[in-house]
């Protein structure tokens, strides 16, 4: 083993290809998603009908629970919220986005109304957020010229034919 190799630090990188402001977009529509969710969420428990009121828990929970995974700090009185962050700072972008609009239709499901739509509408957009990082980087136009310049032959190669005769 070389010296230099071992002396030179290998770089961070993440895999999941976000930037650093696409990731702090993220992780600010978590807070207002968690915001809007907890404030519709205590406005439905506040009548009588009991799936009014376990959407509203629910929404709650939502809340907490983005705020966990998002901005752990602001949840210093819990133990293990350090923990549970790292956990979820682990998974990949297709698996938070699945996560969190899986939790903002449950309430939807639970109590339609329109709290409960315009509550959960930004946590649902967090999610969709993470989904489309899931997707990738978009394609630079030289690589899609280079294809698109590439796909005439490889339609001949398939069809046999270079003359247009069929």
Known sequence: MN????AAPKPVTDDDGM???YRWLCKIAGVLGG?????SGVWMCVTVNPLNIAAGV???LNAFVLFLCEVPFCCQFIEFANAVAAKADKFKPWQKAFFYCGMALFPIFLSFSITTLFGNAIAFATGVLYGLAS???KGDAVS?????????????KLTGTTDGSI
């Open 144 to 156: 899609y010229a280079r294809l698109n310049h590439q796909k005439p032959g490889n339609e001949e």
């Open 135 to 137: 997707l990738g980087k």
């Open 3 to 6: 010296t230099d190799e071992a």
């Open 19 to 21: 930037t650093w402001w």
């Open 58 to 60: 629910w929404m709650v």
């Open 35 to 39: 915001v809007s969710c907890a404030i």
